[in-house]
T-cell receptor, first 116, second 114 residues
Framework: AQSVTQPDIHITVSEGASLELRCNYS??????LFWYVQSPGQGLQLLLK??????LVQGIKGFEAEFKRSQSSFNLRKPSVHWSDAAEYFC??????????????FGKGTKLSVKP | GAGVSQSPSNKVTEKGKDVELRCDPI?????LYWYRQSLGQGLEFLIY????????KSGLPSDRFSAERTGGSVSTLTIQRTQQEDSAVYLC????????????FGDGTRLSIL
């Protein structure tokens, strides 16, 4: 069955430090992968997406992610974290088979805290 | 331009009552999705619309849940005879034409069942 795993429930980093949030997926076909961010009381904002081509994708707010098919991973990175990056981050894969037309399967999320 | 708009932002109701949640997608977006976000289950897909049709209702948890979309625009999610386990944040998203198109989310409706 299709699934997305985010192994880290909560991560704390110092402001200015680098960040990597892990995501592993299980999907039989070509995956269409997304990272979303959610601030408290808000909806989800798209950070970046991977469909095909270059395996390193750039997103908004200085984030990037690397698709590694051999590891079934799509990890999110940022070289220098800002206090405003504190939020919850969700990795997702779009289902595109059968009657599904883009329904997203989400990981459980990783909550990021930033220390001053 | 305007994003996805959901109303109400918060709803508190008594167990057994019916509730209606509204979603107004981005203009021109033909695909509309409903998701539920709860502490125990995370983010779960409920239903997908393409235009006014719902080809995928596989995520609706019970027959107490229904949804419709009219005019290819506004959608309403209805929960009948609410139960405490229905308490969650209900999120709506729209995309240009479905498939692998990025989805744009509203801020959600926080539903609390007393």
């Amino acid at each position: 069955a299709q699934s997305v795993t985010q192994p880290d429930i909560h991560i704390t980093v110092s402001e200015g430090a680098s960040l990597e949030l892990r995501c592993n997926y299980s999907y039989g076909a070509t995956p269409y992968l997304f990272w979303y961010v959610q601030s408290p009381g808000q909806g989800l904002q798209l950070l970046l997406k991977y469909f095909s081509g270059d395996t390193l994708v750039q997103g908004i707010k200085g984030f990037e992610a690397e698709f590694k098919r051999s590891q079934s991973s799509f990890n999110l990175r940022k070289p220098s974290v800002h206090w405003s990056d504190a939020a919850e981050y969700f990795c997702a894969v779009a289902l595109l088979d059968g009657g599904s037309q883009g329904n997203l399967i989400f990981g459980k999320g990783t909550k990021l805290s930033v220390k001053p | 331009g305007a994003g996805v708009s959901q109303s109400p932002s918060n709803k508190v109701t008594e167990k057994g009552k019916d509730v209606e949640l509204r979603c107004d997608p981005i203009s021109g977006h033909t695909a509309l999705y409903w998701y539920r976000q709860s502490l125990g289950q995370g983010l779960e897909f409920l239903i997908y619309f393409q235009g006014n049709s719902a080809p995928d209702k596989s995520g609706l948890p019970s027959d107490r849940f229904s949804a419709e979309r009219t005019g290819g625009s506004v959608s309403t999610l209805t929960i009948q005879r609410t139960q405490q386990e229905d308490s969650a944040v209900y999120l709506c998203a729209s995309s240009l034409k479905g498939g692998n198109q990025p989805q744009h989310f509203g801020d959600g409706t926080r539903l609390s069942i007393l």
